[in-house]
């Protein structure tokens, strides 16, 4: 198949008068192409037709074979007018002003034996290409502007360009079938001809780089249709070694967290490479059921989100079961295990409930930013938050009892294996009803308190030494960063270095722009990428459609009047293409308005008097009027003239609008053929032969073609849109119903109204926030104080972008969306453990810490190690946009959460939610938590037993 096949070719145009010029039309009608080999000869080259046509004309003994390196315009009107049927002067006009031929341009190769006589530098020693890209490159009916087909302005003065562009567009899947059922005789789907045009673009970019080695010191890139699905579809697999290598590290890391060096038995080792397994489990799950509601997967997909809801899952596992742990360590061992389960989750389950819940509402409400693929991936990772919530509230409970009764039936970690030889399906003969006690444990009623650093604990007396603070971890926070963070100096110093943060975020989220660069969202090193690279450097041509619909009055003659200023006033942007100045100031547009053609071409026909032919035919004129042809012009009282006056402008007779529409479109030739309007529906076909004009349908649809020039930042297109817009309902004072289309609508619309959504689905958040902390605390205060501090990350987080020189779009709009609820996982624990303590804020503040710092610190690790992988993928936008967002927000977050807050709770924290069970003399802080289950009391963690009123 050649691309003469299957090329675009817009409808030649014909006059149904002289069937000679007709068919030489239709043979040697060309494709669309633009390149700026139309400048010189050889242009004809890539045009020619497969066999040359033999044209002849009736009634003459002319006759030649012509194709695009040898058709004479001139030549064809002069054989022509020798017939008995000369052209009519309108129609002879118009072919030799708009029908560009090639014979007449200069040779790139003036001394080739192909260079025809006629060129313009024939059998000279060279060629001046500055002064043929000056003289325009024109291609039949057409003449492309310099700017799409040529980069630079140096060639206007030596004729020499950093690039140069050729575009080749392919025919319609519709017309495709046609002509493959032509040709072949047999019926074909869309699909069969989709499948042609991919195999077509698919040879032609092998075509291209299988000949780089011709091109020398030049470098050629290609790009079709399919070049974006092709790079999203190699990419949209993952990178599988990338993510072993991920959930490797966390799962070694969650292993070395629950390690105890100093004993097998009470090491937990499995725990965490178990709970590592639960949230990859639940992470497939959402996919899967993704995946079963439609949403298709992309590169965000694959390569972001299995390590973002890992790291979040892994987040919520890390607190469970360090609350799990410190309550199984401190009870006795007649205590079943399905009763620490529950006071695990009595006392964790709102920080879990709470942080699922922001950071899915966080991921859904970014589903209302408007690009597909990042609603997609919103809706997915918040699908498999919610996914991972109930694996973690239910299933990950239940293997935490299952390694409970391996400690107590002393049993070593991992291989379940140990002194005693127990295998592990001895676990389950240890159940509620026969719980199995170790010598080293004792049981006893009595409590005696005890102090750590000033605070008083009761423990219950009897028990082997065991000490709640056992790991390196927890005396770290009991010995040395509570009683540091505590200390008033300190305070101060944190309060200072956050308002420092703060006045920075301030000043650099005025420095962030919109957009985001094409470049970053193709991988490096691709083609592809090459590709945009050179396009965006060199060309920076934009097509800017204005669009009139339904509710437009085209047949009005104030309409029409103020549409010809409507276009007119497009002339004041500056980027928009305009052809001359007169000395007032005033810009036309280089793009005809079709209207204005419209009118042109019968204030023409009025001018020239056409009321009959020569042989007494019935003229255009008068065929568009209707007349009988027994009427005498002169003497028809009911005669009007073809064009009428408002207010000194010519304009189309309302009644015969639409009559005068089906003719225009069908005769005028000099409008270019490939800047035609589009109309919808479109106007019946009709030529002089028909005694009657079929009025076209209402116009539900007319395109007003533009072109933009000079714009390459998203600032710049942004603007663009601005400024069409505001012309746009500046016009519909006057009546216009339009709205636009085009590149620059496509991509950058988005930014208009991005960051109206980012503060709406950031404001929704952080109302959903207060509401449902304040429900499940029964604490307002400690509900402002929670959506203080996610706002105060969301704030620094986008500050960030401007700091690393990041664009705002929607992709860094999702990740600060999300850092509101990411934002929870490093508040809502502290915050939680502060109201369930009685006694001074200091002292609530030193248990908080001690209870919850290592599983946030933890987190934040684990979270590391997920996010740094993503710096080796291979699309820039994931490695900007995704892992520095995520990482400033692990550093913000965790600061905030573990540094910030503890000094804000320790100063302005809300009272306690906790009524002591016992007296507590001198005021020391109520700890003890006595709970009887078999006629045992148990339990020395500080936690809430009855919640007051607020």
């Not at 790079?231 to 799962?251: C, Q, T, W």
């Not at 950058?748 to 991005?754: A, H, R, S, T």
């Not at 915050?831 to 933890?858: E, Q, T, W």
Request: glycine letters at 6%; one cysteine or more.
């Amino acid at each position: 198949w050649l691309y003469q096949d299957l090329c675009y070719a817009p409808d030649p145009p014909q006059t149904y008068v002289y069937p000679d010029l007709d068919q030489l039309i239709v043979a040697v009608n060309p494709c669309y192409m633009p390149t700026a080999l139309d400048c010189f000869w050889e242009g004809s080259m890539a045009r020619n037709i497969p066999h040359p046509y033999h044209f002849t004309v009736t009634g003459t003994s002319y006759s030649k074979d012509f194709n695009w390196g040898n058709l004479d315009i001139d030549e064809v009107v002069q054989a022509i007018n020798m017939s008995p049927i000369p052209l009519n002067p309108t129609l002879e006009k118009a072919l030799r002003d708009n029908v560009h031929t090639y014979v007449r341009k200069p040779c790139l190769n003036p001394k080739s034996p192909d260079c025809p006589s006629t060129a313009s530098n024939w059998n000279q020693d060279n060629v001046n290409v500055s002064q043929a890209f000056l003289e325009k490159c024109k291609a039949y009916a057409t003449v492309w502007h310099s700017d799409l087909i040529i980069s630079g302005d140096k060639w206007k003065t030596d004729g020499s360009s950093p690039a140069l562009q050729t575009i080749f567009a392919l025919s319609s899947q519709q017309n495709i079938r046609n002509l493959l059922h032509s040709r072949l005789n047999k019926s074909f789907s869309l699909g069969d001809a989709e499948d042609l045009l991919a195999r077509w673009r698919k040879e032609f970019l092998k075509v291209v780089y299988s000949s780089e080695s011709d091109y020398q010191e030049t470098d050629a890139h290609a790009w079709t249709d399919d070049s974006a699905q092709d790079v999203i579809k190699r990419s949209s697999g993952g990178n599988e070694v990338l993510l072993a290598v991920g959930y490797l590290l966390m799962v070694v890391y969650a292993g070395i967290a629950f390690v105890n060096i100093r004993s097998l038995v009470r090491s937990r080792v499995n725990v965490g490479l178990a709970g590592v397994v639960f949230v990859i489990l639940a992470c497939l799950a959402g996919l899967g059921l993704s995946a079963l509601c439609g949403l298709p997967f992309n590169p965000t997909t694959t390569q972001v989100l299995p390590f973002l809801v890992l790291a979040l899952g892994v987040d919520d596992m890390f607190v469970l079961a360090h609350s799990f742990f410190h309550i199984f360590d401190s009870s006795s061992h007649s205590v079943p295990l399905s009763e620490v389960s529950r006071q695990c989750m009595e006392r964790v389950g709102h920080s879990i409930t709470l942080t699922s819940v922001t950071n899915s509402a966080g991921f859904l409400l970014a589903a209302i930013i408007p690009i597909p693929a990042m609603r997609d991936f919103a809706l997915q990772v918040g699908i498999c938050v919610v996914i991972n919530y109930f694996v973690l509230l239910l299933a990950f409970p239940a293997y935490l009892c299952l390694d409970g009764r391996r400690i107590r039936l002393q049993l070593w970690d991992i291989f379940c294996v140990g002194r005693n030889t127990v295998e592990c399906v001895r676990c389950g003969d240890v159940t509620d009803d026969n719980p199995v006690d170790t010598p080293r444990m004792a049981r006893s009623d009595s409590t005696v308190p005890i102090s750590i650093n000033g605070v008083g604990q009761d423990r219950p007396q009897g028990q082997d030494q065991v000490d709640v603070v056992q790991t390196w971890g927890d005396r770290f926070v009991s010995k040395v960063y509570s009683p540091f963070i505590r200390h008033p100096v300190v305070k101060i110093v944190v309060v200072c270095i956050t308002a420092a943060l703060i006045a920075l975020s301030g000043y650099y989220a005025t420095q962030v722009e919109d957009g985001l660069d094409l470049t970053e969202a193709i991988p490096s090193g691709t083609r592809e990428h090459a590709f945009v690279v050179a396009n965006r450097e060199y060309f920076s041509f934009r097509s800017v459609t204005i669009v009139h619909d339904k509710h437009n009055d085209f047949t009005s003659p104030q309409w029409q009047k103020a549409a010809l200023e409507f276009h007119r006033s497009f002339a004041k942007i500056g980027w928009i293409l305009k052809d001359t100045t007169d000395n007032g100031g005033n810009f036309s547009l280089s793009e005809p308005f079709w209207l204005e053609k419209m009118i042109q071409f019968y204030s023409g026909i009025r001018d020239l008097n056409l009321y009959v032919t020569a042989t007494g035919e019935p003229s255009l004129y008068l065929t568009l009027l209707q007349k009988p042809l027994s009427i005498q012009l002169a003497n028809d009282p009911e005669y009007r003239p073809v064009m009428d006056k408002f207010e000194g402008t010519d304009v189309i007779p309302a009644e015969r609008f639409y009559v005068f529409l089906t003719a225009w479109m069908s005769l005028d030739l000099i409008y270019p053929q490939f800047s035609r309007p589009d109309f919808r529906p479109v106007p019946p076909a009709w030529h002089l032969t028909i005694p009657t004009i079929e009025a076209a349908e209402p116009l539900q649809y007319a395109a007003m073609p533009m072109y933009a020039t000079g714009i390459k930042t998203s600032r710049e297109n942004i603007e663009l849109i601005k400024q069409t817009r505001a012309i746009i309902e500046e016009g519909r004072a006057n009546g216009m119903s339009a709205y636009p289309r085009g590149t620059s609508f496509t991509f950058y619309e988005q930014y208009i109204n991005l960051r109206r959504h980012l503060y709406l689905a950031v404001g929704l958040i952080l109302i959903a926030c207060l509401l449902v902390t304040s429900v499940l605390l029964l604490s307002v205060w400690t509900g402002i104080i929670m959506v203080f501090m996610l706002a105060l990350t969301t704030f620094e987080v986008y500050g960030f972008l401007g700091l690393a020189n990041l664009q705002f779009s929607a992709i860094p709009c999702v990740s600060v969306i999300v850092s509101v609820g990411a934002s929870v996982e490093f508040t809502a624990p502290l915050c939680l453990m502060f109201v369930k303590v009685a006694g001074s804020r200091d002292s609530r503040v030193h248990y908080a810490l001690m209870y919850r710092f290592i599983p946030i610190f933890n987190g934040s690790v684990s979270t590391f190690l997920g996010f740094i992988m993503l710096a080796f993928s291979e699309f820039e936008f994931i490695v900007r946009y995704f892992m520095l967002v995520f990482l400033a927000l692990l550093v913000l977050g965790t600061f905030n959460g573990l540094v910030l807050l503890p000094v804000i709770l320790s100063v302005i924290g809300p009272p306690p939610q906790v009524v002591p069970v016992d007296e507590v003399q001198n005021g020391a802080p109520a700890i003890m938590i006595k709970s009887t289950v078999n006629g045992e009391q148990y339990g020395t963690e500080p936690y809430v037993v009855h919640v007051s009123s607020l």
